[in-house]
């Protein structure tokens, strides 16, 4: 059975940084693209970022470009958000996801991944 499973959401001050960490089981996914999400209550969730399958290429949205990095580590099969200078806008449940199919692109639509964490908070005080 595959597994994601986050970790690394908390509690931080405006400016302050956390790093996410999505750590797969069950399955090798160093093939395949990843992709985080998020999303608020009352809100449709929400592209983060994604990075190739190889790691070449990452994608992120316009509101965390220059803020967030996207990386992976094949051999540990995870997948890291690193947030620097977050807002509190950023206060969201933070979700990795990954598809079940190679591609050499990545997707921003959160219908085109099918295996998804349980999602970890993350929050932002002004």
């Known amino acids: 059975q595959v597994q994601l499973v986050e970790s690394g959401g908390g509690l931080v001050q405006a400016g302050g940084s956390l790093r996410l960490s999505c750590a797969a089981s069950?399955?090798?996914?160093?093939?395949?693209?990843w992709g985080w999400f998020r999303q608020v209550p009352g809100k449709e969730r929400e592209f983060v970022a994604a990075i190739t399958w190889s790691g070449g290429t990452t994608y992120y949205a316009d509101s965390v470009k220059g803020r967030f990095t996207i990386s992976r580590d094949n051999a540990k099969n995870t997948v890291y958000l690193q947030m620097n200078s977050l807002k509190p806008e950023d206060t969201a449940v933070y979700y990795c996801?990954?598809?079940?199919?190679?591609?050499?692109?990545?997707?921003?639509?959160?219908?085109?991944?099918?295996?998804w964490g349980q999602g970890t908070q993350v929050t932002v005080s002004s």
């Open positions: 069950g399955r090798t996914f160093s093939n395949y693209a």
């Open positions: 996801a990954a598809p079940d199919r190679w591609s050499n692109t990545v997707s921003t639509r959160p219908y085109e991944y099918h295996y």
